[in-house]
Nanobody
Framework: QVQLVESGGGLVQAGGSLRLSCAAS????????IGWYRQAPGKQRELVAD???????RYADSVKGRFTISRDNAKNTVYLQMNSLKPEDMAVYYC?????????WGQGTQVTVSS
């Protein structure tokens, strides 16, 4: 019913920037929140940032001031702008959409940060 496709990951030097995109198709009108999660090797998946239907945002303390989540409703796309990247930001980043009866996950995009 819903498909989420992430893009924008890649290799970046510490201190650099990337912008991740999550393009949604299907019954997107039912979304309550859309968020970005990440999972590093050997660690649990954690919330990075999310945004609700009213535009309210929240961030993990570790990324506050460096990352910005935004959305373009006309394009059914959510973005994560990542600035001042650190090696500890290296992870697979996943898009998540919460709907009334289900939630959905993309397949993830790899972010690699080199020193």
């Amino acid at each position: 019913q819903v498909q989420l496709v992430e893009s924008g990951g890649g290799l970046v030097q510490a201190g650099g920037s990337l912008r991740l995109s999550c393009a949604a198709s299907g019954s997107t009108f039912s979304f309550k929140t859309i968020g970005w999660y990440r999972q590093a090797p050997g660690k649990q998946r954690e919330l990075v940032a999310d945004i609700n239907n009213g535009g309210r945002t929240r961030y993990a303390d570790s990324v506050k001031g460096r990352f910005t989540i935004s959305r373009d409703n006309a394009k059914n796309t959510v973005y994560l702008q990542m600035n001042s990247l650190k090696p500890e930001d290296m992870a697979v980043y996943y898009c998540n959409a919460v709907a009334t009866f289900y939630d959905y996950w993309g397949q993830g995009t790899q972010v690699t940060v080199s020193s």
